[in-house]
């Protein structure tokens, strides 16, 4: 077994135990990065120097019995996090040349507990996409292939490049984030596991602003337990981040353990969508199955509003993404190209700084907040996401968690979905709705389609109930003893 | 409802996002057929439903009004693609 087949957790162990040492766990993954990353564009930018230091100082922490929760474990950093020194783009041309002089809270988080930084991994420009093709960095590949087929396909998006690196096992585990699914469906296309926790869980200070009042930073992992050791550096409160949530961070990782004994779990008849493979509906019913016999309650539950919460979404998160991103105006920080007065330069930098995904979003949110447009739009779609929340809110009195498939299909092929925008946002119909609401929301590896590609199951909980979600999580991971790999990987 | 050339342009002029002539049809195209979809939600009845602003639930915290920090003006600086001292630098606003 190579260094790099470990898990988090098994890594840990390894390295407290003294069986290798931190720098050559680090040097194992910048190995893998090197022979790999060329092939799968995960990473847009790999900090061997800074990791290597970073493996040193952790091997002599270790030496006089300073081990935190992640001392010498080697991640990837989802270039959406502000990294102080590190230059951090957020997968667009505007930020090419930015370097912030500070570090995001969630990234400080995980240094403070001993976490090696191996680089800055790629994703859909400003976190827009589910395919990790809107990079101005050039597309992620995944690391799986279609059986006897070559044809590259997307990782998923947004964090693509995070949910590659883990899956190729060139990190042992990355940071990433979720406004529509942008965790949970790579996650799933890569057969790993990935959490948004509630929001408000982790502080979204330091990391460059989509939608903020749907963005959640959180993990993706090899295992479910590994994403629960990830997320309890990564969680806590945050004065900086004025909905960040005072309240005490448990120990996600036992919750692990738990079991599902005598817990009710929810199956909303609306995530049976028209057009869902086949192979997902057993999948899903399958994972119910594995519940029941581990001693869990299957109860049918309805979520009414399900089906407009994709519409909502491409309301609200493209308004506030005209106003977020107003402030790439070529003056402050970022790129800027040169305009004879003001106003022409504000329009040149941005013409040339974002990419068309990112204007379409602009252009569809400065629409619907404009003079006469506001109420018709966005007041009614933040009416409607008091109906999607209520829905849950009425559900979680009945049951314990629910259920369901993260994505309505597996992972597609480099540009298929490119001819139509709503066709690639239908990706994020079963995760959109715990954006909305704020719920936290995993998404667990449970099994391989027809041409060997992964599909994941979500389970979804109640606000800051992020420990039943994971009860439930590993008990279908348990179930399902998922070990299929992907083609291209790391020790293969 | 349905945009047309003029309302593209001037979008694209609140959003200060230069487009060109070319690029205006391929727009309104794509920004129709976003809206059109969107067209789904007035099958909602939303009549006495409070709308909802936030992801969470809380109040909003309020913090002291003190200054906490500052004096970095470097720092503050650092990215400016073009500054003269202390100050960014754009051209002349002002004749």
């Given amino acids: ?492 | 409802m349905s945009l047309d050339p003029a309302t593209v342009r001037r979008i694209a002029k609140l959003a200060r996002i230069r487009v060109d002539e070319a690029q205006v049809e391929a727009l309104r195209t794509d920004l129709n057929s976003i809206l059109g979809w969107i067209e789904q939600l007035n099958e909602v009845d939303v009549d006495g439903v409070e709308p909802l602003t936030g992801g969470t639930q809380m109040a909003l915290r309020l913090r002291e009004d003190v200054v906490n920090d500052g004096g970095i003006a470097d720092a503050v600086l650092g990215n400016a693609p073009d500054r003269n001292g202390e100050y960014f630098a754009v051209p002349k606003v002002v004749e």
């Fill in chain 1, 1 to 492: 077994m190579t260094l790099t087949d470990l898990t988090l957790a098994e890594a840990r162990d390894g390295l407290r135990a003294k069986r290798f040492s931190a720098v050559e766990l680090t040097e194992a993954y910048l190995a893998a990065i090197e022979a790999l990353n060329p092939k799968l564009n995960a990473y847009v930018l790999v900090t061997g120097e800074g990791a290597r230091a970073q493996a040193a100082a952790a091997d002599a922490a270790l030496a006089r019995g300073d081990a935190r929760a992640l001392t010498g474990i080697p991640l990837a950093i989802k270039d959406l996090f502000c990294t102080e020194g590190v230059r951090t783009t957020a997968g667009s041309r505007i930020l090419e040349p930015f370097v912030p002089p500070y570090e995001s809270t969630v990234t400080a988080n995980l240094l403070r507990d001993g976490a090696i930084f191996l680089g800055k991994a790629n994703m859909d420009e400003f976190a827009m996409g589910s395919s990790n093709m809107t990079s101005a960095f050039g597309p992620v590949t995944s690391p799986w292939t279609r059986r006897g087929d070559n044809r590259p396909l997307v990782p998923g998006g947004s964090s693509g490049g995070s949910a590659a690196a883990v899956s190729a096992r060139i990190a042992l585990g990355a940071t990433a984030t979720d406004t529509g699914g942008s965790i949970r469906q790579p996650a799933s296309f890569c057969g790993i596991a990935g959490i948004k926790p509630t929001y408000g869980r982790c502080s979204r200070w330091g990391i460059v602003a989509f939608a903020s009042s749907l963005d959640q930073a959180g993990p993706v992992a090899r295992t479910v337990e590994d994403a629960a050791i990830l997320l309890g550096s990564m969680s806590g409160f945050d004065a900086k981040d004025s909905t960040s949530a005072d309240v005490a961070v448990p120990d996600f990782a036992a919750a692990c353990r738990r079991g599902v004994k005598g817990l009710r779990i929810g199956v909303p008849r609306e995530y049976r969508s028209e057009g869902m493979p086949a192979e997902i509906e057993a999948l899903w019913q399958q994972g119910l199955g594995w519940l029941r016999e581990q001693g869990a309650e299957i109860v049918d539950v309805s979520l009414p509003h399900t089906k407009y919460g994709l519409a909502t979404y491409y309301i609200v998160a493209p308004a506030e993404a005209s106003s977020n991103l107003a402030r790439y105006d070529g003056v402050r920080f970022g790129a800027r190209t040169a305009g004879e007065d003001l106003v022409a330069l504000y329009e040149n930098t941005r013409a040339e700084g974002f990419g068309a995904e990112v204007k379409r979003r602009v252009l569809i949110g400065t629409y619907v907040l404009s003079a006469g447009y506001y109420d018709a739009y966005y007041l009614k779609a933040q009416k409607v996401r008091a109906l999607i929340l209520k829905d849950f809110t009425d559900v979680f009195a009945k049951v314990d968690a629910l259920v369901t498939p993260t994505a309505p299909s597996a992972a597609f092929a480099q540009g298929e979905k490119m001819d139509d925008p709503i066709k690639m946002y239908l990706n994020d119909v079963f995760t959109v709705p715990a954006n909305m609401s704020g719920i936290p929301g995993l998404s667990v590896p449970a099994g391989l389609d027809a041409q060997g590609l992964p599909l994941g199951l979500q389970v979804l909980g109640r606000p800051f109930d992020e420990e039943t979600v994971f009860a439930v999580g590993a008990a279908l991971e348990r179930a399902a003893g998922f070990t299929a790999l992907p083609g291209i990987r790391a020790g293969a």
